[in-house]
């Protein structure tokens, strides 16, 4: 008899970015650009986190066009929208709704203790609600929703990966397997891309400085501008020292990651050159990397039909996967199904 190997199913990857606001050069080299290495190995879904996105007020318009701008940057950046599942968040009501029963089997305790909570809060003192408490319980919603093996994040949301494993241990314990616990993966350059103008605070779209934010479709003199006014330091030698260089260890980062060669590597080809000769080789290595994106955006924004059958298709796919989970799920906790 003629043997049959079953083809093993892919592992299924996860991963969001909230239009929170522009898009930044953190937000590709800590995430997009991550994604583009799994679509052939993983199937793969990527959203855009609108419901995340309201933690923070935003204007309607805005919001409009960015969560657009955002899917249209998803596929100009090379990810491959049949091959992938590309999709709006709140097209998937599924979220919100395991999101709930997902609050029930989470600390109060567990939040207070996320430090994205912290800061955002400091942040955002006079809008401190509860959907930006909350925020890690939709975030473990999206990702147990798919039974996502991998998560693939930017250092500052492993915290609320470890969350999601411990509310998928928990809840596992009480009904069984019903949630395959998510790894994190943090990849090794470029995690976390610090502000040009303030190197310890992180890169962030929603609180961009004008000069210190490199965004993802910015103009080529714009970003030439912001690398040659980046914040240094009084010493001379281009080395890697987050603690006592983070201007100069941040630029080497982003040279590292732009032009896909080591930290060590970045540093031995500007040994003995002056910062004023590195940092517009930075702006250029970023100005070339960012092009193509830039372009191909501004041409998939021109056709807004194409964009809409995109993000209608996507939704269905990630809903027929999604409504299957929270149907289970509920049998579980004992609702009637
Ligand atoms: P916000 O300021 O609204 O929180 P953000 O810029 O932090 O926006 P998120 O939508 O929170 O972006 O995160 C999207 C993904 O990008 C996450 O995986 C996050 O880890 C990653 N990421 C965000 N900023 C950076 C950064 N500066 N460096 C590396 N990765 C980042
Ligand atoms: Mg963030």
Redesign the pocket.
Known sequence: MEQTTQPTPKKRIL????P??EL?L??Y???IRNWLAFQEEYECVYCV?DL??IT?RQDPKELRRRSLEQLATYISSGLDYEKNILFIQSHVPAHAELSWMLGCYTMFGELSRMTQFKD?SAKNADNINAGLFTYPVLMAADILIYNADLV??????KQHVELTRDIANRFNGVYGNVFKVPEAFVPPV?????SLQNPES??????VDANGCVLLLDKPEDIMRKFKRAVTDSDREIRFDRENKPGISNLIEIYAAATGITREETMAQFEGKSYGDFKPAVGEAVVELLRPIRENTERLLKDKGELERIYKEGAMRAAHIADRTVAKVKKKIGFIV
Not at 15 to 18: D, F, L, P, Q
Not at 202 to 207: A, F, G, N, Q, V
């Open positions: 991963s969001a970015i909230k929170s606001g930044t953190g937000s080299i800590g995430a986190a995340h996105a923070v955002k693939p994040v930017g250092d500052d949301q470029g995690a976390r891309i610090m992180k890169m962030s779209k929603s609180e």
